[in-house]
């Protein structure tokens, strides 16, 4: 039981005149030597509070984070899979983590160096001929992917491929990002098996698509079994394909994407190679492209000529610059760590282990929770719930009482397509106790829908902070700043 | 005024409540209630034009964010500004107050293409 109040601020436990530390008055006043123009005309609003009071506040704070450290985070969609140490301690190196962005490039050998070589190390990974390690999310690889995409129709003077075909089942920022970059968005439905519906793709395709985005594995965690046929019909109505690499750590080491017929792809260097992400920092998506859209590739690109390593100049065909610098580089050295870590071998077993512990909770919960596409699921799984079975318990409900438990609950509502959703992905550094434990809490929670529903309705109950009006808090906000 | 009975329906959930060559548009119970707690509305503009099956409007609820399909094609006369206040409004009363928005038809034919209530409430 901890009792300590976690919903003040600090500012709002400051008692006038309480401090920590007493100095040594001052032998100058800042008056003494600043312009009058420069100095403040009250003091600083600041806490007051003892070391004692201080040091108390910020670790209960820190008491109350869920996260991958202290927490089982099966939040589908997102691969919240553990982020080795060493990397931290390596990322922290000060030949990276304090270099200037503007030292001059031989003193920044290194990490141009580490860029070149991660460079190399995606190539292999994917198959792509060639990289950008700029944008700074998954997202934001998307982005650059569908802008590089733009100039490549362009650059062929075909100007009426305003259209980008996107599936029910790609990532919401696929549609997005579609229309953050002008083109038209044209969604199709999936087949009753879950996957894409041929079909439907063969009457959306033509000399308006652009591009045709897919998530794959898609978002209901199904591997697009019919690629192969389904590449050849984009290309041959003049589109590119882009894959969203977002679930790339389903088949990393088992599927390179280019030879699938892919185009450009991201990678969410943040799921797949274990760097940090949620509230934890910025993420990294770098995007790999094959050989005829090289040109297109954004600037800050690192040149080796056997000698030293330098920034490329960008091509006259280039869309420029995304971002700065040497993009999230402490994210990308901590990716560089991870493939060096693992070689394909590894990244194979690495894949086959996710995708085995997401059919290994399946295998548990299926009797509970009903799987919405009931097929061997990759490397995350869709539960649904069987209203008739559940008393009025909503996903959200349940979502809830796992708190309650000691677990980050999974991804809920999400993929829209498939009713109440629950979507469970352990990742493959989850230990098969840690998953029994985690199917324990979940029959737990569907025997108490049977007998306590209300106890459910409530959760969480033992959480510092109780059961959050949504629906106000978004109808009528309550903003402060 | 409109009620579930006298309302034709489209596959996405939307309903028309057609009179000559107007329709009033909203969402159907059924929906309403599988959106769950709505919390905004975006509205389409007075005199913009909308298509048969294309968007029209958005309905956003604690879950998700839903887009809302035109029954039918035409030009949107009134739009229920109630909804920006008071979007729980389609929540309370999908076929009353929670109306979204009026169209003047252009291609009236279209509405035969509607499904009744009766029809509609078999495929839910």
Known sequence: MNNYPHNLLSIEKSVAGRRGVRFAPASKRAGDYLPAGLLRGEEPRLPQLSELDTVRHFSNLSRLNVGLDTHFYPLGSCTMKYNPKAYEALAAHDGFAAAHPFAPEQSAQGTLELLYKLEELLKAATGFDAFTLQPAAGAHGEFTGALMAKAYHLSRKDKARTEIIVPDTAHGTNPATAAMCGFGVISIKSAPDGRVDIEELKKALGPKTALVMLTIPNTVGLFEKDIKAIAPLIHEAGALLYMDGANFNAVIGTVKPAEMGVDIMHINTHKTLSTPHGGGGPGAGAVGVVKNLEEFLPQGRVAFDGKKYSFAKPSKRSIGAVKSFYGNIGVLIRAYCYLRQHDGQTLKEISQNAVLNANYLKALLQKHFPVFFDYPCMHECVFTLDAAKMNGVKTLDIAKRLLDMGFHAPTIYFPLLVPEALMVEPTETESRETMDNFAAAMIKIYEEAQTSPDLLHKAPQNCPVKRIDEVSAAREPDLHW | ?124
Not at chain 2, 53 to 74: C, L, M, N, Q, T
Request: aromatic content about 8%.
């Open chain 2, 1 to 124: 005024m409109y009620n579930q009975e006298n309302c034709k329906f489209a596959k996405t959930h939307e309903w028309a409540f057609i009179e000559g060559d107007t329709a009033v548009v909203g969402i159907s119970d059924h929906a309403q209630h599988e959106i769950s707690d709505i919390v905004f509305v975006e509205l389409p503009k007075t005199g913009a034009k909308v298509e048969a099956g294309k968007r029209a409007a958005v309905i956003e609820s604690v879950k998700s964010a839903s887009d809302i399909y035109a029954p039918v094609s035409g030009e949107v006369i009134a739009v229920n500004d109630a909804l920006t206040g008071d979007p729980a409004l389609v929540n309370k009363a999908p076929h009353g107050e929670g109306w979204i928005f009026k169209v003047k038809m252009s291609n009236p034919a279209e509405a035969e293409a509607l499904a009744s209530y009766a029809d509609y409430k078999a495929t839910l």
